[in-house]
């Protein structure tokens, strides 16, 4: 086998090392979807409430007619609100007139 061959086969190998490295750190996400989100809000005291925002009158409906499960959150990034009623995502702007 030319040399180069050799060479080129011995930096493949460190590549593939490499990811291999970089995927056994990361996070697993099968472990991440299938855990409970409720131990990871351990910082929960350092919330406070501002303003007290009503869902809109259609996202209220929808709450009415969950099959398995809803959840619901903030995106204060975007100025956003989120909410899921069994496979649809809502998203909508809470400080917005209705």
Known sequence: MPKT???GLKGVNSLVDAAYKRDRE???LAALLSASYSDQY???DSFSVDQV????DALRDQLQNVQARSYMGVLPEINRAWLSVDNVLYLWEPLAPQ
């Open 53 to 56: 925002v009503p869902l809109p």
């Open 5 to 7: 061959s050799i060479e």
């Open 26 to 28: 990361s996070y697993d």
């Open 42 to 44: 351990t910082h929960a």
